[in-house]
């Protein structure tokens, strides 16, 4: 069945440092991608999401590029900041009627100063 | 604009009792409504998802239920928590479209 892998956390950065985590997914079909966010004590927030592969999507200085070949969707930012600690979800949109979202297991990101 | 509300935000309950959670949706007519699970230090688990009043599907067995009752409401029900119902309860919401928006989500602790 469709699934999505993540990096496993904690990952533990100092500011301004480079952030990548990744996350491959297996699929039937052409899925959409999406990274979600998660702020200490909040609900999820969309990041970023992609369609369709090559796409790259892109907020708040992340991005992800949907890479068929690999399937991947990595989340990358070259400057990681302390307001970025967070825990961040990789999904992806099964093919269908009701938009069903398959989640990664998440990853911590901490951002030290 | 489109807003989405849970309710309580925290609740505290002892195994055995009844659960009623509430989501409400403003500013959209007829959107798809989940509801999430996260176990601590988990994923996302999808329970229950909704595209019309009264139409529930159920992707978990469990001894949870969902209700639709208005086009923007949806409810999570239990008659009887467990311990291990307790977790971070997402509701969200989409157009039909892709995105889905969250929720701020209800943390409950059965004791």
């Known amino acids: 069945g469709d699934s999505v892998t993540q990096m496993e956390g904690?990952?533990?950065l100092s500011e301004e440092a480079f952030l990548t985590i990744n996350c491959?997914?297996?699929?039937?079909?052409?899925?959409?991608?999406?990274?979600?966010?998660?702020?200490?004590?909040?609900?999820?927030?969309?990041?970023l999401?992609?369609?369709?592969?090559?796409?790259?999507?892109?907020?708040?200085?992340?991005?992800?590029?949907?890479?068929?070949?690999?399937?991947?969707?990595?989340?990358?930012?070259?400057?990681?900041?302390?307001s970025d600690s967070a825990v961040?979800?990789?999904?992806?949109?099964?093919?269908?009627?009701?938009?069903?979202?398959i989640f990664g297991a998440g990853t911590r990101l901490a951002v030290h100063p | 604009s489109q807003t989405i509300h849970q309710w309580p935000a925290t609740l505290v309950q002892p195994v055995g009792s009844p659960l009623s959670l509430e989501c409400t949706?403003?500013?959209?007519?007829?959107?798809?409504?989940?509801?999430y699970r996260q176990a601590a230090g988990r994923g996302l688990q999808l329970l229950f998802y909704s595209v019309g009043i009264g139409q529930i599907s159920s992707e978990?067995?469990?001894?949870?239920?969902?209700?639709r009752p208005q086009d923007r409401q949806f409810i999570l029900s239990s008659k009887k928590l467990l311990l291990s119902d307790s977790g971070f309860y997402l509701c969200a919401w989409s157009s039909g479209l892709e995105t889905q928006y969250f929720g701020p989500g209800t943390r409950l602790l059965v004791l």
Do not use: I, M
Not at chain 1, 72 to 81: D, P
Not at chain 2, 25 to 35: A, C, F, K
């Open chain 1, 24 to 47: 491959t997914y297996t699929a039937t079909g052409y899925p959409s991608l999406f990274w979600y966010v998660q702020y200490p004590g909040e609900g999820l927030q969309l990041l």
């Open chain 2, 60 to 67: 978990v067995p469990q001894n949870l239920s969902a209700s």
């Open chain 1, 88 to 101: 961040y979800f990789c999904a992806l949109k099964v093919s269908g009627g009701y938009n069903k979202l």
């Open chain 2, 25 to 35: 949706v403003e500013g959209t007519s007829n959107p798809n409504l989940y509801w």
């Open chain 1, 10 to 12: 904690p990952v533990t």
């Open chain 1, 49 to 82: 999401k992609a369609t369709k592969a090559d796409d790259k999507g892109s907020n708040k200085g992340f991005e992800a590029t949907y890479r068929k070949e690999t399937t991947s969707f990595h989340l990358e930012k070259g400057s990681v900041q302390v």
